[in-house]
């Protein structure tokens, strides 16, 4: 086809119509997403209205080839007449102003439009990929929006009209000079496809479950991601592409992988020749190749029909029970082990669980952080750790029990009175079970919440149970028998949540791990600290104990012996007893502590000698006064002369004394200067005494 203003007059109209029904399009699936709250239509409108860009870039581009193409005319127009060769009327480059701004817009303005699209692509497809996660959980939602009946003719609606646009554009496409509109025609089969992804999910969830429509919300963001990607791809890879002159390039934001579902021939044409090439005959000419290509699809209508024939069947594994799940309803009752006869999908499907392997639950706490691992009380044992109260150790508290009627054989149910204090423990404690009725189980709560209210149920009768244990018997001394009591309670629990119960058999339950919390780590080790100085100052009491009984009696059962005697002797005191009594008694005493070896043996005998030497020397005095009163009698004078003299010789010793006569007698005074002591010179050195 002739690169002249007609074609490209013909592909803007048609790249205007393409932005028109891409803009109605976007804006209505928009308008029903906000409406309704349908976060995957949502996304879906973003990617419409940016592909809106796309056609409106095509359409600017197209029309400025018509401009160019129009001032070509001209320009041939004017050399052909007669006034070409006149200086005025001579064309040149600088009045070609509609090429030079063709140039600019595929030099400049579309890898712009081309890398702003992919920036935007790529962050509102991230941005709804992380919303989908964080927000909506997309493996918990509830429910899907409401009025599918809406969201299914809207998606038809999309899906078919998209497709035909996109098959006709690319049907125009094929002509070089119309090459561009593939760009257009990708961008509209991608609104097709997501309109055919909103009828599929809505389908499925009509017929079944709805996990096809829940992951939508992931899909859209996801192709809106890998489109912007391939626009980046795109982009880098034109700077690298060999150009010849007067060849229009392609636009980046020409997504190959929608283009791909646009015009599905090309790819069987793309096939067709690399089985040429590598083979070196020509085989898509062959009869073969001809039949196999005009009942291609009937052989994949068939294949196809076999496939979902296959689904009338189902498989239940020896150690997995089913359940029937028909138009989304439960129906019938379990499935057993076996091959299953049921409708194809997604009329019916069988939802299988392993019911022979333990499920595990945390009734308390949470598994440690790293297994096999010893954790001291102050190091935090597990990322979230619950705390649960019981009875302090020691703390006289009166209970009443009671018999349950709907608990387990022998279960008692104890009410606490006279509370004073109560104590914080965080105990581990994982609750293992297996399922036993799989309907049952499965109708405890929606799908993925069983297990949850399970946990919340065990946690409810464990944390009742604690409050009635002490501390010191759940940390050391009965937590066997307590672990056997919590599973009895839990199991009854379980078997109490509905009329038929839970469908679960408890395998074990047990405190595994438990400690104070953390942050009372500390005091509990000044506690610990303080009982251990307390045995310490108790045993040093009896080694001193020890130690003095046996220094004072040389033997500890002596010792105690003696000092029984001698509280014995002090009640008899205070008691009044008879004299007799109390002198037997002294004797008894005097009697073990001669027995004794040690201090007190040796101080008693130090103190009777002592005792004698006082006595005797008593007597001696006594004696001696006698005698003097009869010397005194038969001579005062004398007597008391000799006592005089006797008391100036041991007061005078070895004094000298100088006798003088009376102060009326003249006295004449001779000195002997010579040292009585010395027997020597007086002139001498006196020696050292």
């Avoid at 891409?22 to 409108?45: H, W």
């Avoid at 089969?189 to 055919?196: D, H, N, Q």
């Avoid at 500390?522 to 001193?544: M, N, P, R």
Wanted: glycine fraction near 8%; charged fraction near 20%; proline fraction near 3%.
């Amino acid at each position: 086809m002739k690169a002249d203003h007609q074609s490209y007059r013909k592909a803007t109209s048609v790249s205007l119509l393409g932005l028109s029904i891409q803009l109605v399009s976007g804006l209505v699936m928009l308008g029903y997403s906000v409406l309704m709250v349908d976060p995957a239509a949502f996304s879906g409108a973003l990617f419409m209205l940016l592909g809106c860009v796309v056609w409106l870039t095509l359409a600017v581009v197209f029309d400025q080839h018509r401009r160019e193409r129009l001032e070509a005319l001209e320009a041939k127009s004017l050399e052909m007449s007669g006034v070409a060769g006149s200086s005025v009327f001579e064309a040149n480059d600088e009045m070609r102003v509609a090429a030079r701004r063709l140039s600019w817009m595929h030099r400049i303005m579309v890898p712009v439009v081309s890398l702003g699209l992919a920036a935007t692509f790529i962050t509102l497809g991230l941005w709804r990929i992380r919303h989908a996660f964080r927000s909506l959980n997309i493996l918990e939602v509830d429910s899907i929006p409401a009025h599918s009946g809406m969201m299914i003719a809207l998606g038809i609606s999309f899906a078919i009209v998209g497709f035909i646009f996109a098959r006709f554009v690319s049907g125009m496409a094929k002509q070089k000079v119309w090459s561009m509109l593939r760009a257009g025609a990708a961008i509209s089969v991608g609104g097709a496809i997501i309109g055919f992804g909103m009828v599929l999910g809505q389908f499925v969830d009509y017929a079944g479950p709805d996990i096809v429509y829940r992951y939508t919300f992931l899909i859209f963001p996801g192709l809106m991601v890998v489109v912007g990607g391939e626009f980046i791809l795109n982009f880098v890879l034109l700077m690298y592409r060999p150009r010849k002159t007067g060849e229009v390039p392609p636009p980046a934001f020409e997504s190959r992988i929608l283009g791909f579902v646009a015009a599905p021939d090309k790819i069987a044409e793309s096939v067709g020749e690399a089985i040429n090439y590598q083979l070196g005959i020509n085989v898509t000419g062959s009869w073969f190749y001809q039949l196999l290509s005009r009942s291609l699809v009937m052989l994949v209508a068939i294949g196809g029909l076999v496939i979902w024939g296959m689904t009338c069947f189902g498989v239940v594994r020896p150690n997995e029970q089913g359940l029937r799940i028909r138009n989304g309803q439960l129906v019938g009752e379990v499935v057993k082990p076996g091959l299953v006869v049921k409708l194809p999908w997604p009329l019916e499907r069988i939802e299988r669980e392993d019911v022979k392997s333990p499920h595990r639950l945390d009734a308390a706490g949470y598994p440690a952080l790293e297994k096999n691992n010893a954790y001291l009380w102050t190091v935090k044992h597990h990322a979230e750790e619950k705390n649960f109260i019981v009875r302090p150790s020691g703390l006289t508290t009166e209970f009443d029990s009671s018999t349950s009627s709907g608990a387990g054989a022998g279960s008692t149910t104890r009410t606490r009175t006279n509370v004073a204090d109560v104590m914080l423990l965080s105990v581990e404690i994982p609750v293992v079970f297996e399922i036993t009725d799989l309907k049952q189980y499965k109708l405890l709560a929606q799908d993925g919440m069983q297990d949850r209210l399970l946990q919340a149920v065990a946690r409810r009768a464990v944390m009742r149970h604690l409050a009635t244990e002490t501390l010191q018997d759940v940390l050391s001394a009965r937590r066997t028998e307590i672990s056997d009591t919590l599973q009895t309670m839990v199991q009854g629990e379980f078997d109490r949540i509905t009329t038929g119960g839970a469908g679960v058999k408890v395998l074990y339950v047990g405190i595994v791990g438990v400690h104070p919390p953390t942050k009372t780590a500390e005091a509990f080790e000044k506690v610990v600290g303080t009982d251990q100085s307390k045995q310490a100052s108790i045993l040093k009491a009896q080694e001193e104990e020890a130690t003095v009984l046996s220094e004072v009696a040389g033997n500890i059962a002596l010792a105690k012996q003696i000092a029984a005697e001698i509280d014995a002797l002090e009640a008899m005191k205070n008691s009044r007893a008879g004299e007799m009594d109390i002198e037997r008694q002294n004797l008894k005493i005097d009697g073990l502590l001669t027995q004794a070896e040690g201090k007190a043996s040796v101080a008693l005998s130090e103190a009777k000698a002592q005792r004698w030497v006082k006595h005797m020397g008593a007597r001696a005095r006594a004696g001696r006064y006698k005698a003097q009163l009869v010397a005194y009698a038969a001579g005062k004078n004398v007597y008391m002369s000799q006592l005089y003299f006797d008391a100036l010789r041991d007061v005078l010793g070895t004094a000298r004394v100088y006798i003088t006569p009376d102060q009326s007698v003249p006295a004449e005074y001779r000195l002997d200067l010579m040292d009585e002591m010395d027997k020597g010179n007086v002139f001498t050195a006196p020696k050292d005494q």
